[in-house]
């Protein structure tokens, strides 16, 4: 019989793992996408055009795409919690190397490779974050636990407009990377203590059941995800890259008030994906969810680039609406990959989702930088919004579990 301590206990470690993953996932969000606040800084302090600012604030994204799959098969192989705790100190040393080269002046092309390398040993967070949440949550809690953990990512990005373009303006790019340094270098010592590897079979009983098998043959369930998921990180990018530029060079507010929009902005875009994760706990589907939110995206994306052509406040709003829409389906696409390829294949898939995602991501700094000093933000936004229209039909109907994540501790 359980006794009601073990059962709180158990509990206890579950949601303490989860504060966990959230902590590491958020230093992460805090590096690889707050050097997009860098942009202000860099364009209109060191004389760099838009495409150039873009390129520069995108290498740790291009650093993601290049370490997802290998933390995710390391984690597979060994585990999470060596995953969280070495990746994220490995970023902290990166970080901290590319703010000092900042400081000493460094050419754009030594800062680009040493945030790269962060960007690279960051990754680890999502692959293995979203790994130990699943595997200590159980299917009917699963939605609102990995919705809690892809809050991370917004709140990273709150803090990080809170404080980069203000500190950067202030007293040079140099100085603003050391709070994602100092951020990810606290998740790692965090991560160390805290983190516990999550109950799965061995593996010779894992083979008997058939859960070492590869989850991409015999279905595009994964697949059809990871394309609809692409599609949908486009206008999410636009958003996190340049709606404080947009404040800023084209509405003409100051760095510290256009960082308070966007930061209330990512909190509001939090708090929806903790939202569609209950919902899809109460309906019991990811994928039902998952295609209404994507319409949504379509919608506020169309409307704020409309909206952009006025000189009102209604344009002001509907950047926070596009803000909030925008980060929305990643928890749901997110679980569902882990659910689909189970725990011998469940870091590789979320690295392949993820790397899939960041390759997109990486192209939006330089392509839309260029796109919005050719046709202006407004044509910017609505092409931003074409593109995930290609994924309402590409989301599945449904999605296989695989048999393994059907219950947890």
Same mark, same amino acid.
């Given at each position: ?241 340049? !709606?404080? %530029?947009? #404040? *800023? ?6 760095? $510290?008030?256009? =960082? /308070?929009?966007? +930061? @209330? ?49 209604? !344009?002001? %709003?509907? #950047? *926070? ?6 980060? $929305?389906?990643? =928890? /749901?696409?997110? +679980? @569902? ?73």
């Amino acid at each position: 019989m359980t006794s009601t301590a073990t059962v709180t206990a158990g509990t206890t470690r579950r949601w303490t793992i989860l504060a966990l993953g959230v902590l590491a996932q958020a230093a992460q969000a805090v590096l690889v996408n707050g050097t997009a606040f860098l942009i202000p800084t860099l364009h209109e302090q060191s004389g760099m055009s838009l495409a150039q600012a873009g390129t520069l604030a995108s290498a740790p994204v291009f650093g993601v795409v290049f370490g997802l799959v290998a933390w995710g098969a390391v984690a597979d192989r060994h585990g999470e919690r060596i995953v969280l705790a070495v990746g994220p100190a490995l970023a902290a040393v990166a970080t901290a190397a590319a703010a000092f080269a900042a400081s000493a002046g460094a050419t754009s092309g030594a800062l680009a490779v040493l945030l790269a390398l962060a960007g690279a040993a960051a990754s680890s967070a999502n692959s293995a974050s979203g790994r130990v949440v699943v595997g200590w949550f159980p299917p009917d809690r699963r939605g609102l636990a990995m919705g809690i953990r892809q809050m991370s990512i917004p709140l990273g990005v709150a803090l990080a407009a809170m404080t980069i373009p203000v500190v950067a303006r202030d007293h040079g790019v140099g100085w603003a990377l050391a709070f994602p340094a100092a951020a990810c270098a606290i998740a790692a010592v965090a991560c160390a203590i805290g983190i516990a590897d999550p109950p799965r079979p061995e593996r010779g009983d894992a083979e008997a059941q058939g859960l070492l098998g590869n989850p991409y043959r015999g279905s595009t369930v994964l697949q059809r995800i990871h394309a609809a998921s692409v599609l949908l990180v486009v206008p999410q990018y636009v958003v996190w890259t340049y !709606a404080l %530029v947009w #404040l *800023v060079t084209e509405r003409g507010w100051a760095e $510290s008030a256009a =960082g /308070l929009v966007v +930061t @209330a902005a990512q909190f509001l875009g939090a708090a929806s994906r903790v939202a569609v994760g209950v919902w899809s706990d109460r309906v019991g589907s990811r994928m039902r969810p998952l295609r209404i939110v994507t319409v949504a995206v379509v919608v506020s994306m169309a409307a704020l680039a409309l909206a952009g052509l006025t000189a009102g406040p209604v !344009a002001i %709003v509907l #950047l *926070v609406v596009a803000s909030v829409t925008t980060v $929305s389906p990643n =928890g /749901l696409a997110f +679980t @569902a990959v882990a659910e689909v390829a189970g725990p011998y294949w469940g870091g590789r898939a979320l690295g392949i989702q993820n790397t899939a995602q960041f390759v997109a991501a990486a192209a939006v700094g330089p392509a839309f930088g260029a796109l919005i000093g050719t046709v202006g933000f407004g044509a910017a936004f609505a092409i931003s919004a074409a593109v995930p229209a290609l994924a309402i039909p590409v989301v599945p109907n449904e999605h296989r579990k695989n048999p393994d994540t059907e219950s947890r501790p």
